[in-house]
């Protein structure tokens, strides 16, 4: 097949630029989000019910990026759900504390996790270093409730001993679209680095 000369110089103007296929939208990619990943995870996290049209309006790109977008950081892990955030005083569950215990080590964590997990009010179990081998996160109604939420958490097979601590006060919340923010920043800032190169 012969190439006319416009075709060619239309296809190299093609290749100085970017090129975004479907294939670069849908395949997974460990590296860092983009602004436009950052812009979607925003508006989600804002407005949980919009939907892919309406998310692809506000965004000024194709329902289809928008789709492609959300699949791939599903794929990749970076969006975990679409659930509502439930805040447990609002439950009842006035009481947050934070739960270091000390496991018996021959049975390993696995199954620990695996116990403390039957337990509602334990919301989180991390595996840690320094001192205890885990940490975990409950809430109670009251602090004689949290009595019995602890009593129930020593009394599981394979823990040894607890320290707790009693939060006053969530002075930052969890969060993750600052991380989000910046992310997509330094993305923006290695690629401008790479361009200059």
Not at 25 to 46: C, K, M, N, Q
């Amino acid at each position: 097949m012969q190439l006319s000369v416009y075709t060619l110089v239309k296809l190299s103007s093609y290749i100085e630029r970017p090129v975004v296929s479907l294939y670069t939208l849908t395949t997974p990619d460990p590296g860092p989000v983009d602004r436009l990943d950052a812009a979607l995870i925003e508006l989600l996290a804002a407005e949980p019910r919009v939907g892919v049209l309406e998310a692809s309006r506000r965004l000024r790109v194709a329902r289809g990026t928008v789709q492609a977008r959300l699949d791939r950081m599903r794929r990749r892990g970076v969006i975990t759900g679409y659930g509502p955030d439930v805040d447990p005083a609002a439950l009842g569950y006035a009481v947050t504390a934070f739960i270091t215990l000390e496991i018996r080590q021959a049975g390993g964590h696995d199954p620990v996790a695996e116990r403390l997990a039957a337990i509602p009010e334990v919301l989180e179990v991390h595996t840690i270093t320094g001192v205890g081998d885990m940490l975990c996160r409950v809430v109670a109604r009251s602090n004689a409730d949290l009595q019995r939420v602890l009593d129930a958490i020593v009394s599981t097979e394979g823990v040894v001993r607890s320290a707790t601590l009693i939060s006053l006060a969530a002075q930052v919340p969890y969060r993750v679209l600052p991380l989000v923010r910046a992310t997509a920043t330094s993305s923006r800032c290695r690629d401008r680095e790479a361009g200059a190169r």
